[in-house]
């Protein structure tokens, strides 16, 4: 961290000269490096995020991309979200493919949703946009309001609408699952 003067020493011009020296002094008290330290190991303390490696790119514009440098067959709904989740810059550049992945969170997410969709659309299941019911499914619902996977890809409304259209109520929670299948396994 820097000191007050050091502060001072590096002004932004975006900033006014009444309004720099109050940042520079909340910069330097107890009370922001305590906040800032805080909001630092929230940072850092996450073993397996699950976050976005694309850059500042939406969803619909990394598709967009991938279709004008790939072609069509590397940008589906599936390979966008891989590609957004391994980084821009870890496309290998000769063939589109994404990058390795190194969440396991993710993996956990593409696995589930490649065993549902695979099911139910076996032929072409990697190459269809995402399906919102599968989503629902596989996430037991709308947990904290979210879809696992495609976040700009489709609305959660669609989501919604799927489940109600289906009747469907997710039968279980996923970590309920999760022990299904490891039981299922061990058979």
Known sequence: MLHHEQYMEGKVWWCSEEAWPHL?????????????????????????????????CKFTETKQLLKHKYGP??????KTYQVMKSGMKNIDLATGDSGPISSQKVHKRLNDYATSASAEHPDDWDQRPFDPAILYDINGGLLHGRLPLGVGALS???????????????????SYRAVLRENQELR
């Open 156 to 174: 959660k409304t669609s989501a919604k609408s799927a489940a109600r259209s289906n009747n469907m109520k997710p039968s279980n929670s996923s």
């Open 24 to 56: 520079c002094t909340w910069w330097c008290c107890d009370d922001y490096k305590a906040k800032r330290e805080k909001a630092r190991r929230a940072r850092l303390s996450p073993t397996d995020v699950a976050q976005n490696h694309g850059g500042s």
């Open 73 to 78: 067959e590397k940008a589906s709904d599936l």
